[in-house]
């Protein structure tokens, strides 16, 4: 009903904006419009809950503090990286997406750890 009201009245314009807004969360953050598939492959399985899981994650309480926020989000979505490269190494073929999967865990990894040695040392939790 609403698509159609749009565009009897001309608002063709604001049609991506709709479509858009129904596959974003609470959190702003976009989600996938697409259900699990019983067909789902291992792979896609473990790709959908890493997602979501970051995706969860990552909607935290914000503190006004620009640094601090970013990097207490920052956390999170790179454990969704490494969680998707090991769901990678588990199913890849291909030799190159294996090195990438490798490479995005141990960089993930090298990072989360400076985050969070900076927000100790800063006193955030």
Not at 45 to 62: F, L, Q, V
Request: no cysteine.
């Amino acid at each position: 009903m609403i698509l159609r009201s749009l565009i009897m009245a001309g608002s063709v314009a604001a049609l991506p904006t709709l479509v858009l807004a129904q596959g974003t969360s609470h959190s702003g953050h976009s989600t996938p419009m697409q259900t699990q598939q019983s067909t789902d492959t291992p792979a896609t399985k473990g790709y959908r809950e890493a997602n979501a899981k970051m995706h969860r994650n990552m909607d935290i309480p914000y503190t006004g503090d620009s640094d601090a926020d970013f990097v207490r989000s920052m956390i999170p979505h790179h454990q969704g990286a490494i969680d998707m490269a090991k769901v990678a190494l588990q199913n890849a073929k291909d030799e190159q997406v294996r090195k990438w999967a490798t490479d995005v865990i141990r960089e993930q990894e090298r990072e989360i750890a400076e985050m969070q040695a900076w927000l100790k040392k800063k006193g955030v939790q």
